[in-house]
């Protein structure tokens, strides 16, 4: 009896001690607290307690005039804090800092307490390109509002491959190169994402010292905040990329030309065999180096032949890629855990006609070291295909975006069936966690927040229920049941199981074309007109509503969706026009059509995330003389237009509406399409679509060498815009699905 109350003694004082360690760990929180909601920290209590639950979970509840956050890390206390703003202050947090953060001066109590539960170990966030197609230009202050938001979002697992050419760089010495030769396989900033994923070398190189170094200063902050709050980021290992200039060092080296992409030959890439002896040194030496310069959370994401195939496709070949990758890891961190992209096993026919291959690449890792990222899931579920990854821990991902594309297109409906689904299949394996891959973040965020609210809440898939609960975030917390009404019709009508797929964009967008669709630009399907009432519908919400800055972005994108609709039914008519060489009507079309991209460029240009002065201006702020700043505009306009070189078959594939973008480049090249269609009626020849795409090519790669500022700060009241706009086409809304 002595014995034991000893026991209970000796564990009380133990509790109580790690209980103050325990607290001592919160400031990262409250930090976040005073970044987001200054002057509230003295409005919340936050206390880290144990897993008494046996996962991660947090507490709210309400106690003296406080509101108390229980939660078993710091995660568990953000996603506490961002459970409490969804859900008391009727508030969601933006990833852009440039959207402003309105709550109550006094923070409402919470009545009842509140427990919630993560069902879901990992939860992981990012895409190797959205490094490219949104981060690119980002800043520190860029970065600390979107962490915030992961943070609040319990997001513990995101890719980290900022500033890695600064490791690159002192190993590709070591094996002999010079900082020449080095800095001129990279590539330009704007295609490191590509370049790391060992698509193309050098376009639009040499890459500056000094963006290596801000890099390499940047990924310093952005690691150390993240792991503040426990997160446990992915940082790249080596997976068999390497110059071409290697090759005068180890003239016997085994290497493979993997292309560039269509770019060109001089921008090839080049693969190093695993078989090779030098592929293992490679190996280790990137990772010393880079655990030197950036620490290490055991996790690396390497992936050999991402959208590429093989030197070899016999399985005991790539069985034997999968184990010199990994064995390389383990000699520098025994802990390693390969996190490795399940795309290229979804995209790349060769995985799907013989299964051996993946699974021998697999089985080739220790148990549980190898991690896939089931990457497209809203499309296809590649675990149903392959015995839950033959074994593998995986991370079930919606990816949503592709190339930063700015259409209206999240499955929410889909998706809200689908991951409940399998999580409660019987035989979903090792399914340790939930994730988003997306490429760019366009304009569907709530998709995302929905995602990682389901993480913690399985309630979230009552869709009815959810609804009403994100419409608040647009009503001042106030119930306003026509907006409501709206936002239920939006999720039936748009927002249901349209999967943002490659290619979803507007006919605004394409090179231009008279018929049918070609390219990366494929607008979604639905009852057009039904839009066009919805957004009748919104605009009779209560003064209080229309006054709530995300309602009045909701207005933005509905309309500037509608623009882009009206554009289908409106090229119909002038193909006919021009069919039946009916130059009148056809540009009494064109006319209309023109206004049409004017408005479209007017409205965006409200919203500072639609600005492609921001863009250009973010770029532009990288350089310190006119020389480099012109150097990193010319970057950040080939991404979004090119791509790639003039002619490049990758062409417009991360479109976007961007205000400055539809005035001066996709207006642009409509109207010399047009000008070119009224030239063949007066002369009586037919349309000469080669010739045609061959103009476009010279006018596009035109405009990525131009220089022209455009506005960088949000324009013009977004409710009377968008007021004009209804009133002046409501008369054409009848034609919408023509």
Not at 14 to 20: A, D, G, Q, S, V
Not at 221 to 229: A, D, Y
Not at 625 to 630: I, T
Request: neutral net charge; hydrophobic residues 40%.
């Amino acid at each position: 009896m002595k014995r034991s109350f000893a026991y209970l003694f000796l564990f009380s004082i133990l509790l109580i001690f790690t209980n103050l360690s325990y607290g001592q760990t919160t400031e990262p929180v409250y930090q976040l607290i005073k970044r987001i909601l200054p002057g509230k920290t003295a409005q919340i209590e936050l206390q880290i307690i144990p897993y008494s639950l046996g996962k991660e979970y947090f507490e709210i509840e309400s106690k003296k005039g406080k509101i108390v956050i229980h939660g078993t890390n710091n995660l568990a206390l953000s996603k506490g804090v961002g459970y409490y703003l969804n859900n008391y202050c009727g508030v969601r947090i933006s990833w852009c800092k440039d959207n402003a953060i309105l709550v109550p001066k006094v923070l409402p109590m919470v009545p009842e307490k509140v427990v919630q539960e993560c069902r879901f170990e990992k939860r992981f966030f990012l895409n190797y390109c959205t490094f490219g197609y949104t981060m690119l230009w980002w800043q520190w202050k860029d970065w600390e509002r979107f962490i915030d938001w992961m943070a609040l979002n319990g997001i513990n697992m995101p890719l980290a491959i900022t500033g890695q050419e600064a490791v690159w760089l002192e190993v590709w010495k070591e094996f002999g190169l010079s900082e020449n030769e080095i800095r001129a396989y990279f590539t330009g900033p704007a295609h490191l994402p590509w370049h790391r994923m060992g698509n193309l070398d050098g376009f639009l190189g040499p890459l500056p010292l000094e963006y290596i170094t801000h890099q390499k200063n940047l990924q310093k902050q952005i690691l150390q905040r993240e792991r503040s709050f426990g997160m446990t980021p992915v940082l790249p290992a080596f997976a068999g990329h390497v110059p071409k200039a290697i090759k005068d060092q180890y003239p016997n080296s085994k290497i493979t030309n993997m292309g560039s992409y269509g770019t060109g030959d001089e921008y090839n890439a080049y693969f190093l065999d695993p078989t090779d002896s030098l592929f293992l040194k490679i190996q280790q030496r990137f990772l010393a180096i880079q655990t030197q310069m950036f620490g290490t959370d055991h996790f690396y994401g390497a992936d050999p032949f991402n959208e590429m195939d093989p030197p070899e496709i016999t399985p005991s070949y790539l069985g034997h890629v999968s184990k010199t990758i990994y064995d390389g890891m383990q000699s520098v961190d025994p802990e390693a855990v390969w996190v490795q992209m399940g795309w290229t096993f979804y995209y790349m026919k060769l995985w799907r006609e013989e299964p051996k291959r993946l699974e021998a690449m697999i089985h080739a890792v220790p148990e549980n070291k190898m991690i896939i990222l089931d990457y497209f899931a809203e499309k296809e579920e590649v675990w149903r295909s392959t015995k839950a990854w033959y074994g593998a821990p995986y991370v079930w991902c919606y990816l949503g975006n592709f190339g930063g594309n700015t259409e209206m297109a999240a499955p929410i409906k889909e998706i809200a069936v689908r991951l409940p689904k399998a999580e409660q299949d019987s035989t979903h394996g090792k399914m340790w966690g939930i994730g988003s891959t997306l490429e760019g973040f366009g304009v569907n965020q709530f998709m995302f927040d929905w995602l990682f609210e389901y993480a913690w809440d399985p309630t979230n898939q009552n869709l009815d229920q959810w609804i009403p609960k994100f419409v608040l975030s647009r009503t001042n917390n106030k119930v306003d049941k026509i907006a409501e009404q709206a936002y239920s019709e939006l999720i039936n009508l748009v927002y249901n199981d349209q999967v943002s797929g490659i290619a979803t964009g507007s006919l605004v967008q394409a090179r231009p074309f008279l018929t049918g669709v070609r390219g990366y630009q494929r607008p979604n399907k639905y009852d057009y007109k039904k839009l066009t009432d919805i957004l009748g519908l919104m605009l009779t919400v209560s003064d209080e509503t229309m006054k709530n800055q995300w309602y009045q972005k909701d207005l933005v994108i509905v309309t500037k969706q509608i623009l882009d609709n009206m554009i289908i039914p409106l090229r119909k008519k002038i193909n006919q026009a021009y069919l039946d060489k009916d130059s009148v009507e056809m540009n009494k079309q064109i006319t209309l059509f023109i206004n049409i991209l004017t408005d479209l460029d007017r409205i965006l240009a409200t919203q500072p995330e639609f600005l492609l002065g921001k863009w250009l201006s973010d770029a532009r702020q990288f350089g310190d003389d006119p020389k480099s700043k012109a150097y990193y505009e010319k970057n950040a306009r080939v991404l979004i237009t090119t791509w790639g070189n003039e002619g490049n078959e990758i062409i417009d594939y991360a479109s976007r509406d961007l205000s400055g973008l539809i005035s001066s480049y996709y207006k642009g090249r409509w109207e010399l399409f047009f000008k070119t269609l009224n030239k063949n009626l007066q002369l009586n020849i037919p349309l000469d679509m080669a010739q045609s795409d061959r103009d476009m090519a010279s006018f596009e790669w035109a405009w990525t060498n131009l220089n022209i500022e455009y506005i960088n700060t949000p324009q013009g009241d977004p409710v009377k815009i968008v007021q004009e706009i209804y009133a002046k086409y409501l008369p054409y809304f009848a034609v919408c699905n023509d």
